[in-house]
């Protein structure tokens, strides 16, 4: 199993910071949350993608994803989703990342029509991204928390550069077992984001193991060299706890759920 953690829990701390705590703190990866209010963002010159890229190279640690607000589903015009995942694509091949995040965001659209702006927009989208080497993931979210909503949009477009992020809070909210996710989503998965909290209602983030998840039964599905990323989403919730206290525990806990069974 290799591990990430999100900069959604340490947000707006400098690249050189986020490299050096993923290093110091046994972490393989890392997911940057991409937005303008974060140092990582579309807008950045060529000059800054490179010393971006340069920061974590120097730290050995990878640029697992780019977390990004692309809401692929939403209702609109077809261009400006599609300008939003080409920047993105684009700023993930210039950083060296693999993989960027994507959103569902079909609020409260009828599904079968968000089912099909997002499967057409990933689609087009998908000749582009493997031309930079770059995959596009749509995350278990919002208008599509389940695996099997996740996985009939993803399905559809039958593209090797379109896959899925599992959330694992968004499912367990849809009452989604966690077997039932991995077998959807198993031939699309990029990566998995953990988390905890302490219900439905209170989604303050807690430390790996304090909340009411079911992380166990989520890594028990994964193959041994998946990747896994803690979401800790102090963003939302500024009164959590600091994640760099939680990092080392937070590693050492995961390690022990996925070591292999005896």
Request: aromatic share 4%.
């Amino acid at each position: 199993m290799k591990l990430a953690f999100s900069t959604l829990g340490v947000p707006g701390t400098p690249v050189a910071e986020v490299a050096r705590l993923a290093a110091d703190h046994g972490y393989a990866g890392v997911e940057l949350r991409t937005h303008p209010e974060e140092p990582v963002h579309t807008g950045l010159t060529p000059a800054e993608r490179e010393a971006v890229a340069a920061e974590f190279a120097k730290a050995g640690v990878e640029i697992l994803a780019l977390a990004g607000y692309v809401r692929v589903a939403a209702e609109g015009d077809d261009a400006a989703v599609q300008a939003e995942l080409t920047e993105l694509v684009e700023l993930a091949h210039d950083l060296g990342a693999a993989n960027v995040r994507v959103f569902p965001g079909g609020g409260d659209r009828d599904a079968a029509e968000a089912d099909a702006d997002a499967a057409r927009r990933l689609g087009a989208a998908a000749p582009h991204a493997a031309d930079l080497g770059v995959r596009i993931l749509l995350e278990t979210h919002d208008s599509h928390r389940a695996g099997v909503d996740v996985a009939r949009v993803v399905g559809t477009v039958g593209h090797q550069q379109i896959g899925a992020v599992w959330d694992v809070m968004h499912t367990w909210l849809a009452g989604e077992e966690p077997a039932a996710t991995h077998a959807v989503l198993a031939p699309h998965l990029g990566y998995v984001q953990v988390k905890d909290l302490a219900s439905a209602e209170e989604t303050t983030p807690l430390a790996l193991g304090d909340g009411v998840l079911p992380l166990k039964a989520c890594l028990d599905t994964l193959d041994p060299d998946a990747w896994v990323c803690w979401e800790y989403e102090k963003r939302w919730h500024p009164a959590a706890a600091p994640l760099p206290g939680l990092l080392s525990m937070g590693r050492e806990y995961l390690l022990r759920l996925g070591a292999p069974k005896q």
